[in-house]
């Protein structure tokens, strides 16, 4: 007992715990309340690749490099491998985004249509439209020449060919139109299908995006609290420390006062003996106390260690989970620019074609705009020629049924000839009708056709006249020609038709006066030179009807008439009297 108390001082000397504490990462976790558990921690960290960081600086000249048209296919096939690769260990969102990457791309390169391709298409009807602009041609010459001719059939048979050949002409270049006009906004399908590409990235882009900002906020979220915790244990620790130094020295000042009293005490150890072992036992009992207190300072601060380590491995984890996080959040921010270099470089390569297909089709149209005029002054020329034969046809018909009325009267054995050209002419009308019919639908067709092609010359900024003035003046020249010489015509018919009222007026005041008087002959004979043998029975003398007869106007025979006309002048073959008039 005596010797106890200097026998455990020794024991406080290299005194240290030896018992590595069992304190691990959920411990860590729990006691500091962090938002990201172990297992979710090591689930985020393998969806990284530790090459993330440096991927996402080689990206944008991978991109860049198979943007450009003239990579050859087996470099683009080892960067897609490469791009394919990158993006499948580089969190949440990289591999979409590799594959929307590489569709744009496919896009990009892929070609709808080149000018080659639009030459060869238009080049498969560049000889029959040539063929037959040249048989327009060759057909017009025709036409005029059977016209001076005076071979009318075969000038409107080629005009009837010209006609049909101008509407296949216009046909083709409809066709040729339409196709061109299908095929120019290629470009601005293309732009639509990048555009949805490039919202269809945009919208994965910023759900990646807010993906890994709030993966970012709840490390460093946990950091904080990481740091906090390790703060407060810190100080935890700190406190300890400095509790079992205070105590240390505490105890040291006690032992000290011990020695001195155990050493007064072994100089009266004779008597004292006993009060010198209570002094061993207690200062065994400080000693104990002191080798205890060293063993719970040895504890806290191998657990303080290992505390630090577990904190400081759990802090490694948390700075490398969150750089891989802005990495990638760097890496698919990347992609934004290179939609927009890839939407500038579909603009750019697409535009030269653009135009080249638009020249194309302004030559195009303007080529409709020609032939269109010359089928409709055709057409037009036709309509009017037809339009005048059918009004021709018309008066012939009333003319004829004018002569089939006289004919009736004068029992004119060609009655039935007169019908039978009515009946022909009734069929030449109607066949007439039908092609005139026919001719305004072919003209109103190829002008409706027309409206499209010459907005988009009016865009152009060509100025567009309709043929149909240009018909309509040419029409209009010819109906004053026309009028002028129906003019003359009916001058002389209105002459004939004087002279015939005349006559009639005339004829009427003698019929009338014969008729009073009961003198036929003051009408005349029938013959206009009069009786050939003198009448077979004699008239009654009488001084009344000497009279008359020395007082009567010349008689007018059957072709003569007082204005000279040559008319036939009517006969009354039955006087008032009711009594017949010998005739020889």
């Not at 029959?128 to 005076?150: G, M, V």
């Not at 420390?241 to 004779?270: C, G, P, T, V, Y």
């Not at 008729?515 to 050939?532: A, F």
Request: aromatic fraction near 4%.
């Amino acid at each position: 007992g005596i010797n106890a108390g200097y026998m455990g001082e020794d024991v406080l000397v290299g005194l240290s715990w030896g018992l590595v504490p069992n304190y691990n990462q959920q411990q860590l976790v729990d006691e500091g309340q962090l938002d990201i558990k172990v297992p979710e921690l090591m689930q985020l960290l393998g969806a990284y690749s530790p090459e993330v960081a440096k991927d996402s600086q080689t990206v944008p000249a991978i991109l860049a490099e198979l943007l450009r048209p003239d990579t050859p296919p087996a470099r683009i096939a080892a960067l897609t491998n490469q791009l394919q690769t990158i993006g499948t260990h580089h969190g949440p969102g990289s591999s979409e985004m590799v594959d929307l990457s590489l569709g744009l791309i496919e896009l990009v390169r892929s070609e709808p249509i080149t000018i080659d391709m639009v030459q060869r298409r238009l080049a498969e009807s560049d000889p029959k439209l040539a063929y037959i602009l040249e048989e327009i041609t060759r057909l017009h010459d025709k036409r005029i020449q059977a016209r001076e001719a005076e071979d009318l059939a075969g000038s409107e048979a080629a005009h009837d060919k010209a006609i049909a050949s101008q509407r296949i002409a216009l046909d083709i270049i409809t066709e040729r139109i339409n196709w061109l006009l299908a095929n120019a906004d290629f470009k601005g399908s293309m732009l639509k299908r990048l555009g949805d590409l490039r919202d269809e990235a945009h919208d994965k882009l910023n759900r990646s995006s807010a993906q890994h900002n709030n993966l970012v906020d709840r490390i460093k979220a946990d950091l904080a609290r990481l740091a906090d915790l390790l703060e407060r244990k810190t100080v935890q620790q700190e406190d300890r420390k400095r509790a079992f130094d205070q105590s240390m020295e505490n105890a040291h000042l006690e032992l000290e006062d011990n020695a001195k009293r155990q050493k007064q005490l072994w100089d009266r150890f004779i008597g004292l003996l006993n009060n010198l072992r209570q002094l061993g036992e207690d200062r065994l009992a400080k000693v104990r106390e002191m080798v205890d207190a060293k063993e719970a300072l040895e504890r806290d601060r191998a657990e303080y260690d290992r505390f630090r380590d577990v904190a400081a491995e759990h802090d490694l984890l948390l700075s490398d989970l969150l750089n891989s996080a802005k990495a990638c959040n760097d890496f698919l921010k990347t992609f934004d620019g290179f939609i927009k270099d890839a939407e500038d470089l579909v603009d750019s390569s697409q535009n030269s074609k653009e135009k080249e297909i638009a020249k194309i089709l302004l030559e195009e149209q303007k080529r409709h705009q020609e032939v269109f005029r010359d089928h409709y002054l055709c057409v037009g020329e036709l309509l009017y020629k037809k339009e005048k034969r059918l009004e021709e046809v018309d008066r012939s018909i009333r003319h004829l049924q004018f002569q089939i009325d006289v004919a009736k009267e004068t029992l004119d054995p060609n009655t039935d000839s007169h019908r039978e050209q009515q009946q022909d002419l009734m069929r030449t009308r109607e066949a007439l009708a039908q092609k005139l019919l026919l001719l305004r639908e072919h003209g109103d067709e190829a002008s409706e056709d027309f409206k499209p092609t010459a907005a988009a010359l009016k865009v152009a900024g060509f100025d567009v006249f309709h043929p149909e003035i240009e018909m309509h003046e040419i029409t209009l020249q010819r109906r004053k020609n026309m009028l002028m010489a129906r003019k003359q015509f009916l001058g002389r018919e209105k002459q004939e038709h004087d002279v015939e009222h005349t006559t009639v007026n005339d004829l009427e005041g003698r019929t009338k006066q014969a008729k009073e008087s009961n003198m036929p002959h003051i009408l005349g004979t029938l013959s206009p030179e009069g009786p050939k043998r003198p009448a077979r029975i004699a008239p009654p003398k009488s001084p009344e009807t000497d009279q008359l007869a020395l007082t009567a106007p010349p008689a007018y025979g059957p072709g003569t008439s007082p204005s000279g006309s040559g008319r036939s002048a009517a006969v009354n073959l039955r006087p008032s009297s009711g009594q017949p008039v010998a005739v020889n």
